[in-house]
């Protein structure tokens, strides 16, 4: 089969597959509320720790990296080039912000962009979690932990795989982009610290 015909059916294949909102599904079926419409209103997994407690969190965390990890290493196996993976990370974490099963309304993509990331090797995905678990710790600021791993992600790729630096560079700067808000949050001193407390802020 044509590459680009791969290509373009591994990208619908990864948008509908990030189009599957864990955070939605894991509080249906613990009977735990929509996270859309509690705590910051945004479904993943730092607004379910909020609403829901650590272990739905982690449920959350762990299929939505599943949903980027799948997609990209299933193109990985196939041959596609940098570039084609990179396109196909990205229409994973797409689909996870904006979800066609779910009236298009999804999380930041933070997790799905890092699960999308982890195939390229377990060191990457070793110095990917170690560095936002630090910086939570540190910092208590998801988002602050987010972006920084994000920047800090490209760099890491080029020591340990400079191969796959673009698509890395492409899901980094997705990330960046969705934590607009984040940015100016921080900068009037409104952003919500890492709690499992319900909160009425954003995330």
């Not at 791969?6 to 735990?32: D, F």
């Not at 979690?129 to 602050?144: C, D, H, N, Q």
Request: include cysteine; aromatic fraction near 8%; hydrophobic fraction near 50%.
């Amino acid at each position: 089969m044509n590459t680009i015909v791969i290509t373009v059916l591994m990208i619908i294949v990864a948008y509908l597959a990030g189009s599957i909102s864990s955070a939605i599904l894991v509080c249906k079926m613990r009977g735990l509320p929509d996270p859309r419409e509690n705590g910051s209103g945004n479904p993943g997994a730092t607004n379910v720790l909020r609403i829901g407690g650590a272990s739905s969190a982690l449920l959350v965390l762990f299929f939505d990296m599943l949903k980027g990890a799948i997609p990209s290493y299933l193109s990985y196996l196939l041959g596609l080039d940098a570039a084609s993976l990179g396109f196909i990370a990205v229409a994973a974490c797409l689909g996870h912000i904006y979800p066609v099963f779910f009236q298009f309304k999804g999380g930041k993509g933070v997790a799905t962009a890092f699960g999308a990331m982890a195939p390229i090797g377990h060191d990457l995905a070793l110095c990917l979690v170690a560095t936002w678990v630090v910086l939570v710790f540190i910092t208590r600021y998801s988002s602050v932990s987010a972006m920084a791993t994000a920047v800090l992600a490209p760099m890491y790729t080029w020591w340990l795989d400079e191969r796959f630096v673009l698509p890395v560079a492409m899901l980094s700067t997705l990330i960046l982009i969705r934590h607009k808000d984040n940015i100016e949050r921080l900068r009037i001193g409104e952003e919500t610290k890492v709690s499992r407390k319900r909160s009425n802020k954003k995330a």
